[in-house]
């Protein structure tokens, strides 16, 4: 059995109360580590840690803090096989996503967020020969990121990078569901010599240690990701107190296949988008549109191809699709399944629950499902689902496709499947959602703003939009000379 650890002011520490939970690897369904239930005593040692390494760590030269990153960066990419077989156990997902979405993706985030801090420079403005105002732009000071289970290593980067990358000191909780990459990043970072306090984490639940970091009145902005409601709470929690705030929330994010796309690269890419990670990302595509005119040979397709995929050990590298990330989950998923058929869905592939042979008997494992015959009004297609589970509907033209993709209270992520240029930019700009992709899906470049619309977020991560959230503008303005 493993023993995960709190990494506080450089070392790593036990929960001062000594009370642990249980860590359930979902490809198994058996306990294999503990992780520290922290609370707000933990949480108070963590302050003291951030707060203590904050003046040396903020007034660090950029171009060395930009290579300590870089190190770190390193040290991620090194151990990436590590790391993407802790993730796969940990998490339930294939092996072979692990390392080349989660761990690849969390080297290149620290690496983007040291080469942005060198590149990012303040505003200044002239009042013709009056007059000139310049913006300082310091670290806040000691922040929290708090991040989901569904790409633990790749999203508690993404938050922490930034932070640190902008001069702050953090405090970092990862998911009580998936924790054990975020305790291999600190052994990671004692390695590369991290400056003590810089970065802690903390290990425990959300409503005990993550409402902690939200209430703690020295801990000036939070980074969160993960479901609305949560969000919702969080929100209402941190507005008296006057926080800073970026909510990154959850989707029902559609797909707009035409009858002019490459049919072939579109099944193929909206099979990734809808089942990649076993649909647990926020960004998978659960709502797919068809044009009338090829609805039959995509849905055939569509259909065949999500079959076709090999549900299995999270650890075999032929895995496509694994566990679910735990039994509640799992549930919860099959829960929609059996509402959409009350709705009068049909289940057109999947739909059951997997018992497999040997090491995975016990796990959380459920059918690539995929359904048709609901209206945009249903629950099923109203609801987040997070799982791998999606459905399928025809449209007529084009206001009916926009109506469906906006018609959810969520704004992520849309993909548009056509090659008429004209018409996906128009959509593009009339669809309201914080990302649209054009003929492909999950594409990111760093450097541009990241985050959704309506009840899927406030505010952007991504680019300079983060160094600017963990960041304090501050407005200087100088007169050349008196008013006389
Ligand atoms: P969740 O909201 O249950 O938990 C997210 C994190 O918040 C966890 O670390 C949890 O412990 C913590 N938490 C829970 N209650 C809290 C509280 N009262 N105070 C402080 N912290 C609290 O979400 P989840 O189930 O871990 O993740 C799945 C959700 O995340 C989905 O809705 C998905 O769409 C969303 N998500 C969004 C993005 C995005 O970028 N928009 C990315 C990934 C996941």
Known sequence: MKTIENYIDGRFASPLSGVYLDNV??????????????????????????????????????????????????????????L????????????????????YRAAANIRFFANALTQFSSESHAMGATAINYTLRDPIGVVATISPWNLPLYLFTWKIAPALAAGNTVIAKPSEITPMTAYLFAQICQ?????????????????????????HPRIKAISFTGGTATGKHLAATAAPLF????????????ALVFADC????????????????????????????????????FKAAFVKAVKALQVGDPLLESTQQGALVSAAHRDKVLSYIELAKQEGGRVLCGGQQITMDGRCAQGFFVE???????????????????????????????????ALANGTEYGLAAS???????????????????????NTWLMRDLRTP????????????????????????KNVCIQYGDDS
């Open 25 to 82: 690897e979902p490809a198994t369904g058996a306990v294999y580590a503990q992780i520290p239930e922290s609370d707000s005593a933990d949480l108070e040692r963590a302050v003291v840690a951030a707060e203590q390494a904050l003046p040396a760590w903020r007034d660090t030269p950029l171009e060395q803090r930009a290579d300590i990153l870089l190190q770190l960066a390193d040290a991620v990419a090194a151990a990436s096989e590590e």
């Open 368 to 402: 690539p499902t995929v359904i048709e015959g609901l209206t945009i009004n249903s629950r099923t297609n109203q609801e987040e689902i997070f799982g791998p589970v999606c459905t399928i509907e025809p449209f007529n033209d084009d206001a009916e496709a926009l």
């Open 243 to 254: 926080k800073k705030l970026s909510l990154e929330l959850g989707g029902k994010n559609p």
């Open 84 to 103: 993407a077989r802790a993730e796969a156990i940990d998490n339930g997902k294939p092996v072979a996503f692990a390392r080349t979405v989660d761990c």
């Open 191 to 215: 390695q590369v010599g991290l400056p003590k306090g810089v970065l802690n984490i903390l290990h425990g639940r959300g409503q005990g240690i993550g409402q902690a970091m939200v209430e």
């Open 262 to 297: 490459d049919l072939d690269k579109t099944v193929n890419q909206l099979v990734r988008a809808a089942f990649a990670n076993q649909g647990q990302i926020c960004l998978c595509a659960s709502r797919i549109y068809v044009q009338r005119e090829v609805y039959e040979p």
């Open 416 to 438: 548009l499947w056509s090659q008429d240029v004209s018409r996906c930019h128009r959509l593009a700009k009339q669809l309201d959602f914080g990302i649209v992709w054009v």
């Open 450 to 473: 990241f985050g959704g619309m309506k009840a899927s977020g406030v505010g952007r991560e991504g680019g300079l939009e983060a160094l600017r959230f963990f960041t304090e503008p």
